[in-house]
């Protein structure tokens, strides 16, 4: 079985403090620390699952710069079996269609049966990358995945759906799957382990090696423009209601009326 698991670097927002960059359309990432988005983490899981199995090679695949190799030796470190990385400036700024613009170029020419993302990044949080690939590579997808087996020519997927339910539905492989957090645990990765791939090759490819135009990537072929980025204006300090139960929703109901709420 050959499986291709789409991930990506992103920082660690949880205590950041936040700061704009000087050009107004982005963070400031000096003080940031990376690594593996987390709905990418189950999909590495996944990936190694089904090869451990039913055999086959695990291929990681993420767009970015050198620093993005990090993500993907922590990949080959929980058991994929080789990396790309597409580096390209041409890349740069690019919206989620353009990503997967990127991927499916990569994709298009390597042997597949699972196409495995995340189901969204902490940082973009669009969750369209994989629907998007999906499309272009034109095989079915199913999205928000909290269950995976594969059985000969088909995959069976519990996954979530609205109303907070889960449903189960069969497709024929190859498919492509985005990953939903409790798909799995996804397996510790040690120092060691990182040290043991540190010196496995990693293949880069750029725009040209793809045969994609710089036109057809990044900003240029974006369908969204990120025009900038506005911190929220800081609110008045909330009022703290004391004393009893009864009180507090006294003083409650009587703060709505002054403010046309009731």
Same mark, same amino acid.
């Given at each position: 079985m050959?499986?291709?698991?789409?991930?990506?670097?992103v920082?660690?927002?949880?205590?950041?403090?936040?700061?704009?960059?000087?050009?107004?359309r982005?963070?400031?990432?000096e003080?940031?620390?990376?690594?593996?988005?987390e709905?990418?983490?189950?999909?590495?899981?996944?990936?190694?699952?089904?090869k451990?199995?039913?055999?086959g090679?695990v291929?990681?695949?993420?767009?970015?710069?050198?620093?993005?190799?990090?993500?993907?030796?922590r990949?080959?470190?929980? %058991?994929?079996?080789? &990396?790309? !990385? #597409? $580096?390209?400036?041409a890349? *740069?700024? @690019?919206?989620?269609?353009?990503?997967?613009?990127?991927?499916h170029a990569?994709?298009?020419?390597?042997p597949?049966?699972?196409?495995?993302?995340?189901?969204?990044?902490?940082?973009?949080?669009?969750?369209?990358? %994989?629907?998007?690939? &999906?499309? !272009? #590579? $034109?095989?079915?997808?199913? *999205?928000? @995945?909290?269950?995976?087996?594969?059985?000969?020519?088909?995959a069976?997927?519990?996954?979530?759906?609205e109303?907070?339910?889960?449903?189960?539905?069969?497709?024929?492989?190859?498919c492509?799957?985005?990953?939903?957090?409790?798909?799995?645990q996804?397996?510790?990765?040690?120092i060691?382990?990182?040290?043991?791939?540190a010196?496995?090759?990693?293949?880069?490819?750029?725009?040209?090696?793809?045969?994609?135009?710089?036109t057809?990537?990044g900003?240029a072929?974006s369908?969204?423009?990120?025009?900038?980025?506005?911190?929220?204006?800081?609110?008045?300090?909330?009022?703290?209601?004391?004393?009893?139960?009864?009180?507090?929703?006294?003083?409650?109901?009587?703060r709505?009326?002054?403010?046309?709420?009731?």
């Amino acid at each position: 079985m050959d499986i291709i698991v789409c991930i990506k670097r992103v920082p660690d927002l949880a205590e950041a403090g936040l700061e704009i960059a000087a050009d107004g359309r982005g963070l400031r990432t000096e003080d940031l620390d990376f690594d593996i988005n987390e709905w990418d983490d189950y999909a590495v899981e996944a990936a190694v699952r089904l090869k451990e199995q039913h055999g086959g090679v695990v291929t990681a695949i993420t767009v970015g710069d050198e620093d993005a190799e990090e993500v993907l030796r922590r990949a080959l470190a929980m %058991g994929a079996d080789q &990396a790309i !990385l #597409l $580096d390209d400036a041409a890349f *740069a700024g @690019a919206d989620p269609f353009a990503i997967a613009t990127a991927l499916h170029a990569c994709i298009r020419s390597l042997p597949f049966d699972v196409v495995l993302c995340g189901a969204v990044t902490s940082d973009g949080a669009s969750g369209q990358v %994989g629907g998007m690939l &999906a499309a !272009l #590579l $034109d095989v079915p997808q199913v *999205a928000l @995945a909290t269950g995976l087996e594969v059985d000969g020519g088909r995959a069976r997927v519990r996954h979530e759906v609205e109303g907070g339910l889960e449903r189960e539905v069969e497709v024929a492989l190859p498919c492509l799957i985005t990953a939903q957090s409790g798909l799995n645990q996804p397996r510790y990765v040690s120092i060691r382990g990182i040290r043991k791939v540190a010196d496995v090759a990693i293949a880069a490819r750029s725009a040209g090696d793809l045969g994609l135009a710089a036109t057809a990537v990044g900003e240029a072929g974006s369908r969204v423009r990120l025009e900038g980025l506005l911190l929220p204006p800081a609110g008045k300090r909330a009022e703290i209601l004391e004393g009893s139960l009864d009180a507090a929703v006294a003083t409650l109901v009587e703060r709505l009326r002054e403010r046309g709420g009731l």
